[in-house]
Nanobody, 115 residues
Framework: QVQLVESGGGLVQAGGSLRLSCATS????????MGWYRQAPGKERELVAD???????NYADSVKGRFTISRDNAKNTVYLQMNSLKPEDTAWYYC?????????WGQGTQVTVSS
């Protein structure tokens, strides 16, 4: 059963923008941290950005100044606005929710940035 539903991935040219969305249930959305991870071919999954229920954000150094994570509490949705995309941002992007001993993952959405 899919608990986190991502959307918004696709193919974009370098320098372009995409906005990823992750919709979930109210119960899962209430967990302490919502985040986005990515995994490129041949590489390990890495944290891109996360946001706490209180709105505190954290970003990987590689995306600081280009990506913005946000959450809409009314829609139980977390977003990742990605600007100035680079070919090295190409990866599968996964939504994550965690809190206490609970953790959930989405099925992922593919982002491809062409040079």
């Amino acid at each position: 059963q899919v608990q986190l539903v991502e959307s918004g991935g696709g193919l974009v040219q370098a320098g372009g923008s995409l906005r990823l969305s992750c919709a979930t249930s109210k119960i899962i959305f209430s967990l302490n941290v919502m985040g986005w991870y990515r995994q490129a071919p041949g590489k390990e999954r890495e944290l891109v950005a996360d946001i706490t229920s209180g709105g505190n954000t954290n970003y990987a150094d590689s995306v600081k100044g280009r990506f913005t994570i946000s959450r809409d509490n009314a829609k139980n949705t977390v977003y990742l606005q990605m600007n100035s995309l680079k070919p090295e941002d190409t990866a599968w992007y996964y939504c994550n929710a965690r809190g206490g001993r609970f953790e959930f993952w989405g099925q992922g959405t593919q982002v491809t940035v062409s040079s």
